[in-house]
C-alpha cells in the first residue's frame, strides 16, 4: 500500500492530538510563526528525513516480487509551557509525556495511527528547551520511526 509523507504526518498527529491535556496540535502544512500562551500545550509534527531499502528478493518476498522498505523519520515536538519555572516546567513536559506515551502503547494494533500504509513504527522522546519566535518553551520531543512498505 502507498502512503504519503503528508498522509503519515497528519494521522500521527491527528492520533496525539487526543491527549486529554493537549490545546493545539499543528500537522507539517498548518505551522505557524509564532505561538501565544493560549496556544500551549502544543505538538507539532513535521518530517525529518527518509531513507530507502533496496528493493529485496529473500525467500519471504520472493512470491511478492520484492519488497522495498521506506523509512521515514517524523518529528513530534511537544511544547508544554514557556520556560518560566524550572519544577513546574518539568512537571507540566512529564505530565504530558505520560499521556503521549499512554496513546503510543494503544497503538499495538494495525492500522498505526489509523493509517493502513504505516506497517511498522518505533518511538522515543528527549527532553528539549526549545526557541521558538524569539521565546523558550520547556517540552519534549518524539522521534518516530515509520516503516512503510
Request: hydrophobic fraction near 35%.
Amino acid at each position: 500500500m502507498s502512503v504519503t509523507i503528508a498522509e503519515i504526518c497528519d494521522a500521527i498527529e491527528d492520533t496525539l492530538n487526543d491527549a486529554t491535556s493537549m490545546t493545539t496540535s499543528q500537522s507539517y502544512d498548518e505551522l505557524k510563526e509564532g505561538m501565544g500562551s493560549a496556544d500551549l500545550p502544543l505538538i507539532q509534527v513535521y518530517p525529518e528525513s527518509n531513507e530507502c531499502a533496496f528493493e529485496s528478493g529473500t525467500d519471504r518476498t520472493s512470491y511478492q516480487g520484492g519488497i522495498r522498505v521506506k523509512h521515514y523519520i517524523i518529528h513530534c515536538d511537544l511544547f508544554a509551557r514557556q520556560r518560566s519555572h524550572l519544577a513546574e516546567d518539568m512537571k507540566a513536559t512529564v505530565d504530558l509525556i505520560d499521556e503521549l506515551e499512554v496513546i503510543f502503547e494503544e497503538q499495538n494494533t494495525k492500522p498505526y495511527f489509523g493509517e493502513d500504509g504505516i506497517q511498522s513504527f518505533r518511538w522515543g522522546w528527549t527532553r528539549a528547551l526549545f526557541e521558538y519566535a524569539e521565546a523558550q518553551f520547556y517540552g519534549a520531543r518524539f522521534v518516530i520511526d515509520v516503516y512503510v512498505y
